[in-house]
């Protein structure tokens, strides 16, 4: 049972005079000063886990840590802090609560770590004399079955170790001069293995200074990523040219991409590392007239889940041997697509009549098919949703593949 006692002294000019009073509306002294309450007053937050982006994306591990702080405001509080109780709730359905350890307890610049017997009691009397009369005793506990996580701080008078009358003395003051009004506690805690990703993991405390109404912290958020993401290769076409552009794509449901890894295949060798943690999503590859190059993608997130390896290739292309009297090749001017990146609607500009047009999404999927005739196309890309689309345009004289974003 909490013990609630407050006591000031009420200081006058030329004259002392003892004045016991409650919270509340200012109270007349003997004197006939009005004297007004002092309360501490509580900044206070609960810092976790930090992860990926504004969701703090993490992969499951075996513990969460936090921090809980609580701090006696220099501008706001007028007086020492007697009594502090810190009460956490952990959801019980998310966290392992088998894997709780308290870290350490902090006021002012006092700093006690908690023993491996202390891992879910802790108590703990600190003695602050002979500079001030009062015995700090901090009391830590855990409940595994409600997961409710308690923090308490108490100044006790040394003779009766009961709550201290002296209303000059406190656990915390005022923090005009940190950290003399600062105060935390740490602990970690385990997390059940079997969360799926997306699961959003919420974390808060509240906080009561004395006679204070309780203190809602900030909620800490972490975001469970365990899906791992998805990329490919993007398809490729018979050339005659040894200088062509590859591309590639890739999803990811939480984190998202952080980089690609590409390998490539010459005819029948052994794939090799081509682009190395890019986060390109093309790169020019220079090749030989005659050979057959093949490529497959690795994506790894944000939060170091990789994709699975591949043992084949995704797309693949051979370097024809150029033929004497040939149509000559394809020039850049010859087909325009534009804007790229496209939002709602895509333009093709041919210099020879356009005989045929698919537009392929990054799976490799026709999502576009066109065979009127003409040079221009006006294409309504408003319904597509985001990502790396192939244009394949095939004109009376040749194919041409281009690659756009939406």
């Given at each position: 049972m909490r013990i609630l006692?407050?006591?000031?002294?009420?200081?006058?000019?030329?004259?002392?005079?003892?004045?016991?009073?409650?919270?509340?509306?200012?109270?007349?002294?003997?004197?006939?000063?009005?004297?007004?309450?002092?309360?501490?007053?509580?900044?206070?937050?609960?810092?976790?886990?930090?992860?990926?982006?504004?969701?703090?994306?993490?992969?499951?591990?075996?513990?969460?840590?936090?921090?809980?702080?609580?701090?006696?405001?220099?501008?706001?509080?007028?007086?020492?802090?007697?009594?502090?109780?810190?009460?956490?709730?952990?959801?019980?359905?998310?966290?392992?609560?088998?894997?709780?350890?308290?870290?350490?307890?902090?006021?002012?610049?006092?700093?006690?770590?908690?023993?491996?017997?202390?891992?879910?009691?802790?108590?703990?009397?600190?003695?602050?004399?002979?500079?001030?009369?009062?015995?700090?005793?901090?009391?830590?506990?855990?409940?595994?079955?409600?997961?409710?996580?308690?923090?308490?701080?108490?100044?006790?008078?040394?003779?009766?170790?009961?709550?201290?009358?002296?209303?000059?003395?406190?656990?915390?003051?005022?923090?005009?001069?940190?950290?003399?009004?600062?105060?935390?506690?740490?602990?970690?805690?385990?997390?059940?293995?079997?969360?799926?990703?997306?699961t959003v993991i919420s974390n808060q405390a509240e906080i009561i200074?004395?006679?204070?109404?309780?203190?809602?912290?900030?909620?800490?958020?972490?975001?469970?990523?365990?899906?791992?993401?998805?990329?490919?290769?993007?398809?490729?076409?018979?050339?005659?040219?040894?200088?062509?552009?590859?591309?590639?794509?890739?999803?990811?449901?939480?984190s998202g991409i952080q980089y690609y890894n590409v390998y490539v295949q010459t005819d029948s060798s052994d794939f090799v590392l081509w682009q190395y943690n890019t986060t390109e999503i093309s790169a020019e590859f220079t090749g030989e007239a005659g050979k057959t190059y093949s490529f497959y993608s690795l994506a790894t997130d944000n939060v170091g889940n990789m994709e699975s390896q591949k043992s084949e290739a995704e797309t693949s292309i051979k370097i024809e041997e150029a033929v004497p009297n040939a149509l000559p090749a394809v020039t850049s001017d010859e087909v325009r697509v534009y804007p790229n990146p496209a939002k709602e609607v895509l333009y093709i500009e041919s210099a020879n009549v356009i005989k045929r047009c698919s537009i392929s999404n990054a799976d490799g999927k026709t999502v576009y098919l066109s065979e009127a005739a003409g040079k221009q196309l006006k294409i309504d890309m408003g319904s597509y949703p985001s990502g790396v689309y192939v244009i394949t345009v095939t004109t009376d004289t040749n194919q041409i593949v281009k690659v756009v974003v939406k």
């Open positions: 006692k407050s006591f000031m002294l009420c200081i006058l000019s030329f004259s002392f005079g003892l004045c016991q009073i409650t919270y509340g509306q200012g109270k007349t002294c003997g004197n006939g000063h009005i004297f007004t309450p002092h309360k501490p007053e509580d900044p206070n937050e609960i810092l976790g886990t930090s992860g990926y982006g504004t969701e703090n994306y993490i992969v499951l591990r075996d513990n969460l840590f936090y921090t809980i702080y609580f701090e006696n405001d220099a501008i706001k509080a007028t007086a020492p802090a007697q009594e502090i109780e810190v009460i956490n709730f952990v959801d019980v359905s998310k966290y392992d609560t088998e894997y709780f350890s308290f870290g350490t307890f902090t006021f002012r610049n006092i700093t006690i770590e908690a023993t491996p017997a202390e891992t879910t009691e802790f108590s703990r009397d600190v003695d602050m004399r002979p500079q001030e009369n009062i015995i700090v005793r901090i009391q830590g506990t855990f409940d595994k079955t409600t997961g409710e996580v308690r923090c308490y701080m108490i100044a006790l008078d040394p003779e009766t170790m009961d709550l201290t009358e002296n209303p000059m003395l406190g656990i915390l003051y005022p923090n005009t001069e940190p950290p003399i009004g600062e105060a935390n506690f740490t602990y970690r805690i385990g997390l059940r293995q079997d969360l799926a990703s997306g200074f004395d006679l204070n109404e309780p203190i809602v912290t900030n909620p800490y958020i972490n975001t469970i990523d365990i899906a791992a993401p998805t990329s490919r290769v993007l398809p490729l076409f018979a050339t005659t040219h040894t200088v062509f552009t590859v591309s590639w794509s890739g999803t990811d449901e939480g």
